[in-house]
């Protein structure tokens, strides 16, 4: 399998055995404190979510200025270590839900350090892949560690909930981004390229912030996702990371067991669509691949919100919501993978860190305001109605993106890359 090629590249393989194990603690960490939040807090807790939002949405603003001049290496490391602490101190006062003023700079600081961790990992990977013809699949390979964990680690939950206490998914968590830490420990010194182009970032604060916004809009395709991904992001998180919990408490199914086996069931068909878009090459209508992806992501809530809608109770609802989000899982890699690598074929290197950070601070924006909206939409809706328009959302731009950018062709673009490898 085409997907499994980069494996081969030991600094490749190092890399996404560390991701892999980060990204099924990260998995943990969010099922268990949703599920504590819910139960204290009930749709309030969406205001939690919002705070994660807020505080990488913050430092991807204000925080790029300072990381793009960094080495990159050592600002992931940075980045594990301090989740790595966060979340220890977590698990040690999480008898229950910790009072809020303890709770909320601990989980500001766990998602605060995506900002910091992803950019430079997208910044040193075309790098480290060294031959453009492989990083659709290195992209999927990357790609495939969340795809992994929303199947592991959800499961994992329901296995181990009865075993262990709660508030130990965020110990389990921490020893896995130290495992992560000592990954990234072990590349060893970054390629030459890697410093040259770090060294030309900088600028005034204003400049730092906005040169991935300019680089993105640069290109009429990106620049449309770019806006739409915030839409969709903030719908999406907003149906699985509180509506869902919702809906099954509403219907009789209640346990994080339950939601996490729901959760696992999108993980498994979510990492299948990953195998097959990582094993195929770059499409020559990247388009066509991405919106298609996000229309069935967006039809696929829709029918999660009319299941909502129905008189089904306990174990059934969850099984028939665990189908619904299966079919929903299919979409995100056809869109997710195909991004990231339009990304890399189309920037030069010098703006590819800054484009990644605006491309967060657009989905975390959209996290933010959906998460600070959803609350009381649930309140006075139900999740029937909120799901729904949440897949409408996502479904009506992505069909306008499809009809519009359908042509739009990529000839050249992995030859353009393989001629500018220090760029």
């Not at 149906?239 to 346990?255: D, E, K, N, R, T």
């Amino acid at each position: 399998m085409r997907i499994l090629t980069p494996l081969r590249r030991g600094r490749l393989a190092l890399v996404w055995g560390g991701l892999a194990l980060s990204a099924i603690g990260d998995q943990l960490y969010g099922v268990a404190l949703i599920w504590l939040a819910v139960g204290t807090l009930g749709p309030a807790a969406g205001y939690l979510s919002a705070l994660q939002a807020a505080a990488v949405l913050v430092a991807a603003l204000f925080g790029g200025r300072w990381a793009e001049g960094w080495d990159h290496r050592r600002a992931m490391i940075g980045a594990d270590l301090v989740r790595a602490f966060a979340l220890l101190v977590l698990a040690a006062l999480a008898v229950r839900l910790p009072p809020l003023w303890v709770l909320l700079p601990l989980v500001a600081v766990i998602a605060g350090g995506q900002a910091f961790f992803q950019p430079a990992l997208q910044a040193i990977l075309p790098d480290l892949v060294e031959e453009p013809v492989l990083l659709n699949a290195t992209n999927a390979l990357l790609d495939a560690t969340s795809r992994i964990a929303r199947l592991v680690g959800p499961a994992l939950v329901g296995l181990l909930a009865g075993l262990i206490a709660t508030r130990h998914f965020f110990t389990l968590d921490a020893v896995s981004f130290l495992a992560s830490a000592l990954a990234v420990f072990g590349l060893g010194r970054l390629p030459e390229r890697v410093s040259a182009r770090r060294a030309r970032a900088g600028g005034h604060l204003l400049a730092a912030i906005f040169r991935g916004f300019r680089a993105v809009q640069a290109h009429g395709l990106l620049g449309y996702i770019l806006w739409l991904s915030g839409a969709i992001y903030g719908a999406w998180f907003a149906v699985f990371y509180l509506g869902l919990p919702l809906i099954l408490q509403h219907h009789g199914a209640a346990g994080a067991g339950t939601y996490g086996l729901v959760m696992a069931a999108y993980g498994a068909t979510n990492l299948l669509s990953n195998l097959v878009i990582g094993s195929l090459p770059p499409p020559q209508h990247p388009a066509r691949l991405i919106f298609a992806g996000e229309l069935l992501i967006g039809v696929s809530v829709i029918l999660l919100g009319l299941a909502a809608g129905t008189s089904l109770q306990g174990g059934t609802l969850a099984l028939l919501l665990a189908a619904i989000a299966g079919l929903t899982a299919l979409g995100g890699p056809m869109s997710d993978i195909t991004l990231v690598t339009l990304r890399q074929v189309l920037l030069p290197g010098a703006d590819l860190a800054a484009a990644v950070r605006a491309f967060m601070v657009a989905n975390y924006a959209g996290m933010l305001v959906a998460m600070l909206i959803s609350p009381t939409l649930f309140r006075l809706f139900g999740p029937a109605v909120v799901v729904c328009g949440c897949g409408v959302v996502i479904a009506v731009p992505s069909a306008w993106g499809l009809i519009r950018f359908a042509g739009w062709r990529m000839d050249g673009g992995l030859a353009a890359a393989a001629a500018r490898p220090g760029a």
